[in-house]
């Protein structure tokens, strides 16, 4: 199979350009036509020194729709026309954001600093595709996975792994795909990735890179005659802006920014270029030298779908910039119709299922068929037949022929039979044989002892006379056992099966696992510099190497690095982290598992302790329930009138009492099973802090490591810094509040609701990153000085 299940020609790339609305739009520059497709612009040239009187005169650029002041919603019900219709048959699409720094890119793709309203495209097809997955979920197993990167000029940033390394570009599969279960959760995968995203010096959310958000879409289809699968990726691309680096609208992006937006846009056009040339697939391969090319892949070819949308500023200072825009369009159009090419591909899972399944029916119908014919065959069978075969196995046994002949099963089966019957009866035989035996022994033996009782009758009588006939029977008694036991058969010693117990193992294991044990055991330090310090140089040396290769390809994130680049001496975290964890002076191995074997203690309690505070809830229902039948005992006296006796005692019935009593057992219980329940709350937060103290001693022992090995602490920001933005955003308290938005939903538009505190994830992304960048920077201020 594969990718070659073709549709018609057809017009795969649409290319659309927005207009960036100002308070006083300079139509004398830019015409649109009434179909709101064909765009005319004035000729530079006009503008030049006197050319004031001259007949203005025009480019005429056409389009697949032009957008002035169309609402988002409009935008993407346009550019999204049919596009994940032809998703979900396994064709892949590319939507891709092109124009000039702060022209409404980011607004048009994902709108996700604004409104719920103005959402832009992201959002709004990874809603369309959830419902999407709905309505069809009768037909398919539908999955929806995401990644989201940023690709700068020679690396890939994954936003959704971001403690991971910069990727390059023979690492791009390692890009992480994350598994989305329903329209939230992927939403807050999406908010959380975008508040990750590089921004300008300044915090203002200027992109210097070029961010992809892929949407992965796999289509199984539940019906089991068809072993396939659909597979479509749908690319959502906001390119970086492209510029003149002075222009007011790059103010806040230094030189690299712009030249690297620059080229990477010129890349992609001549990439664009290529494929409008029909060049082979090999060939193409070869052509992807940019990092974002690589990444699109098969997705950025003539036989996918592309949707470009342009951003154009129309006032005369941009208005070369937004001439290079509409070329680039022009080309993009120029694509020539190609077939779409859906990936469809085989179920392997499915078939080897469907396979084994027709194997299993084919062994079914084998044994059928055979015990059909056996069966007709033994019913069928000449009785004369039989005889014979129960004759030819008899002569065979005793010798008198070397084979039988077998026509059929049923031949086989008789002789079979005669073997049994003939084993059957020798083994009834042989039991009968072993029961005689043993009852002539008994009777032997039974002889004998009467004999030997009757001699030593007749000498106990003779001897009666000189000793007393008790100590004779007990020194006779005695000679008599050790003639039954023989002195070669030993009785084993008591207790010689038992397992020995290793007291050191045990006191060992005893003395790490007790959880009241605050001590970590910690070796005396052995100094190891010299291993250790090698590999830091080396790999720091490797880093400050890539540092400043990627520093001279200089980019803005890059003139961060510079800015937080460290001394020579001082490592990043991970790389102090992995030489603490390997010197063995420093024990990490054992205390590690220490912290580990206190982890497990820890959860082990931890679950008995769930246990009991379920029994607790389970006696606490209990006790309710008897205080019920008490009251209600109670109650039917106090209607009964039957109320006090004669002597004015209160009679209580027999009910009552019984419910008193049903009602004191219960409440012991529940008061034994709340000691319980204490002890074990006692014992839980004695384990949890054997584990922290475990984790202190760690984290004690590594900063000691850093003293000494780099006259510094070394210090995980991004740790630090999720921690302190949580704390000062107080993130608990907006998750906690999820809740409480859930219930006024009704009162309010659920969607916006849910849309505003989205958003407060992304903020808090940003907020981390600002934050890790100024830590970062102090500390490695503080280092250098
Ligand atoms: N069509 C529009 N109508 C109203 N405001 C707009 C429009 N397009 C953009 N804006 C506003 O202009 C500002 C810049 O837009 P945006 O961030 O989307 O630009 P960008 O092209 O993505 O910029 P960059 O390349 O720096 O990331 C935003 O505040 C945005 O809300």
């Known amino acids: 199979m594969g990718r070659n299940t073709f549709t018609p020609r057809c017009k795969n790339a649409k290319v659309y350009f927005r207009i960036f609305p100002t308070a006083n739009m300079r139509w004398e520059h830019v015409k649109i036509l009434e179909d709101m497709k064909t765009l005319y612009v004035r000729y530079l040239q006009d503008f030049g020194v006197g050319r004031g009187g001259c007949e203005p005169s025009y480019w005429k650029f056409e389009t697949d729709g032009i957008f002035y002041n169309d609402t988002q919603e409009e935008i993407y019900n346009t550019t999204m026309a049919g596009v994940l219709e032809k998703v979900v048959e396994g064709c892949s699409a590319i939507i891709l954001a092109f124009g000039q720094t702060g022209s409404g890119k980011s607004l048009t793709i994902n709108g996700l600093q604004n409104s719920f309203r103005d959402r832009g495209i992201a959002p709004r097809v990874i809603s369309d595709l959830f419902e999407k997955k709905a309505s069809i979920k009768h037909l398919f197993k539908m999955g929806i996975e995401m990644s989201y990167i940023e690709t700068h000029k020679m690396y890939v940033n994954d936003l959704l792994n971001p403690t991971g ?142 949707r470009f949308i342009g951003h154009l500023r129309t006032n005369k200072e941009n208005l070369l910039i937004s001439l290079s825009m509409l070329r680039f369009g022009q080309i993009v159009r120029g694509m020539k119709p190609q077939k779409l090419q859906f990936d469809i591909k085989e179920n392997k899972d499915l078939k080897q299922k469907k396979l084994e399944q027709e194997l299993a029916e084919i062994k079914k119908m084998q044994d059928l068929s055979i015990m059909l014919s056996n069966g007709d065959l033994s019913t069928n069978i000449n009785q004369e037949r039989i005889k014979h075969m129960q004759h030819v196995a008899e002569e065979y046994l005793h010798n008198k022929t070397d084979e039988i002949v077998l026509l059929n099963v049923t031949d086989a089966t008789t002789v079979l039979k005669v073997f049994k019957d003939l084993y059957n009866k020798l083994e009834a035989e042989k039991i009968e044989c072993t029961r005689i035996a043993y009852e002539k022994a008994y009777e032997d033996a039974l002889m004998c002892v009467k004999k030997v009782s009757s001699k030593a009758d007749s000498v106990q009588s003779m001897k009666s006379s000189k000793k007393g006939s008790r100590k004779s029977i007990k020194s006779h008694e005695g000679s008599l056992d050790e003639k039954v036991i023989p002195k070669s058969v030993k009785k084993p010693p008591k207790g010689s099966l038992t397992r020995p117990i290793s007291s050191s193992v045990d006191g060992q294991s005893s003395t790490k696992l007790k959880t009241h044990d605050k001590t970590v055991p910690v070796k005396p330090l052995k100094h190891s510099r010299t291993s250790s310090l090698n590999i830091m140089k080396k790999s720091s040396a490797s880093r400050r190497k890539s540092n400043s290769s ?113 009602l004191k057992i219960a409440h012991n219980e529940l008061v034994k099973q709340q000691e319980k329940v204490l002890k074990i709350q006692t014992e839980l937060r004695i384990a949890l802090e054997a584990c922290q103290n475990g984790k202190k001693t760690i984290s004690d022992q590594y900063e000691l490591f850093c003293q000494q090995k780099f006259q510094t602490s070394v210090p995980d920001l991004e740790a630090i810094s999720l921690q302190a933005v949580e704390e000062s955003l107080e993130i608990s308290a907006v998750n906690a509040g999820e809740e409480e938005v859930e219930v006024c939903a009704a009162e309010k538009n659920h969607d916006i609701i849910r849309y505003e505190n989205l958003k407060q994830i992304m903020k808090t992304q940003i907020q981390r990153k600002i934050y890790t960048r100024e830590k970062a920077k102090k500390w490695v201020q503080s280092c250098k000085t």
């Not at 230094?254 to 090999?282: K, M, T, W, Y």
């Not at 520093?551 to 690095?561: K, L, Q, R, Y």
């Open 165 to 306: 390394d910069k990727l390059d570009s023979q690492a791009l599969k390692n890009v992480k795909v994350v598994k989305t279960k329903d329209e939230h959760s992927a939403m807050k995968t999406l908010f959380k990735a975008e508040g990750r995203r590089e921004f300008s010096e300044d915090y203002t959310i200027k992109h210097a890179a070029n961010g992809v958000l892929t949407l992965h879409v796999t289509l199984k289809p539940h019906n089991q005659t068809e072993p396939i699968k659909k597979v479509a990726k749908i690319h959502i691309v906001d390119l970086a802006g492209v510029d003149t680096f002075g222009n007011l609208t790059s103010i806040h992006k230094d030189v690299n920014q712009v030249g690297n937006a620059n080229l990477a846009r010129s890349q992609l056009e001549q990439f664009i270029l290529i494929l409008c040339e029909n060049v082979p697939g090999h060939v193409l391969g070869k052509q992807r030298l940019n990092i974002l090319i690589q990444y699109l892949g098969e997705a950025l070819s003539a036989h996918s779908i592309l």
């Open 550 to 662: 990627t520093a001279t390809a200089g980019t803005g994130i890059d003139s961060i690095i510079e800015e937080t680049a460290l001394p020579d001496n001082i490592p990043i975290h991970n790389e102090a982290w992995n030489l603490f964890i390997t010197d063995s002076a420093y024990n990490y191995k054992e205390l590690i598992n220490t912290v580990n074997k206190y982890e497990e203690a820890a959860k082990e309690v931890h679950r008995d302790y769930l246990l009991e505070v379920k029994n607790l809830q389970k006696l606490l229902e209990a006790v309710d329930i008897r205080k019920s039948e008490y009251q209600k005992a109670q109650m039917q006296r106090l209607l009964r009138k039957e109320i006090q006796d004669e002597d004015g005692n209160v009679i209580v019935s027999d009910l009552e009492n019984v419910c008193l009593e049903n």
